[in-house]
């Protein structure tokens, strides 16, 4: 079975803090995805990454940034908490090849206060 | 525009009975695939079913198919026979294949309550 591992089910931070929000798949995927999640808007993608240590942005990037530095872990990272921040955050891994399937985390609830 | 569209928010359903959940999309490729997920209260995303543009046969996985109806543009869920662990969150996604990343799209979602 495909394991994808988020770090901490639920955060709760104060705004102006530096938050780490880490990813681990054991799958040997390729692409790793960070989404937030919030009410009526779905899943918004906010970084990916095709390969070790390259990244792209996805649709709301602004806030965010992102590492990945060994294949099986993507590190999303807020430089400076916000309110508006305050989110579920979800990632997903998949292969670059196939039908691309998505596989993703049991997600982290972000409070930021 | 919004390229997946999920008109219902929240739909009630008895148990054993038969529930359709609908999606319609918006590309201009050719090439594309379909992707439903549930995410039950927990918050995984769990992978249901798939279907690809140029797929001849609606998809089937189990209680779950696909109603893809691809001159309309939309892949709706139908889920057979109703249990109450299929309360949850259902969302629909698309990947255009000449999209850098595949990346997916998804829609705003549609809460399922079963009712026993």
């Known amino acids: 079975d495909v394991k994808v591992t988020q770090s901490s089910r639920y955060l709760v931070k104060r705004t102006g803090e530096k938050v780490f929000l880490e990813c681990v798949q054991d799958?040997?995927?390729?692409?790793m995805f960070w989404y937030r999640q919030d009410p009526g808007l779905g899943l918004r993608l906010i970084y990916f990454?095709?390969?070790?240590?390259?990244?792209e942005k996805g649709d709301i990037p602004e806030g965010y940034s992102v590492s990945r530095e060994k294949k099986e872990r993507f590190s999303l990272i807020l430089e400076s908490a916000s309110t508006n921040q305050t989110s579920m955050y979800l990632c997903?891994?998949?292969?670059?090849?196939?039908?691309?399937?998505?596989?993703f985390g049991a997600g982290t609830r972000l409070s930021v206060l | 525009a919004q390229k997946i569209t999920q008109t219902q928010p929240g739909m009630f359903v008895q148990e054993k009975e038969a529930v359709t959940l609908d999606c319609t999309y918006d590309t201009s490729d050719p090439s594309y695939g379909l992707f439903w997920y549930k995410q039950p209260s927990s918050g995984e995303m769990i992978f249901l079913i798939y279907q690809g543009s140029y797929d001849q046969q609606n998809a089937t996985e189990g209680r779950y198919s696909l109603n893809f109806q691809k001159a309309r543009k939309s892949a709706n869920l139908v889920i057979s026979a109703s249990q109450l662990g299929d309360s949850a969150m259902y969302f629909c996604?698309?990947?255009?294949?000449?999209?850098?990343?595949?990346?997916?799209?998804f829609g705003g979602g549609t809460r399922l309550m079963v009712k026993p």
């Open positions: 996604a698309m990947r255009e294949v000449n999209n850098a990343g595949n990346m997916l799209t």
């Open positions: 799958m040997d995927h390729e692409n």
């Open positions: 990454s095709y390969d070790v240590k390259m990244k």
């Open positions: 997903a891994s998949s292969f670059a090849q196939g039908l691309h399937i998505q596989y």
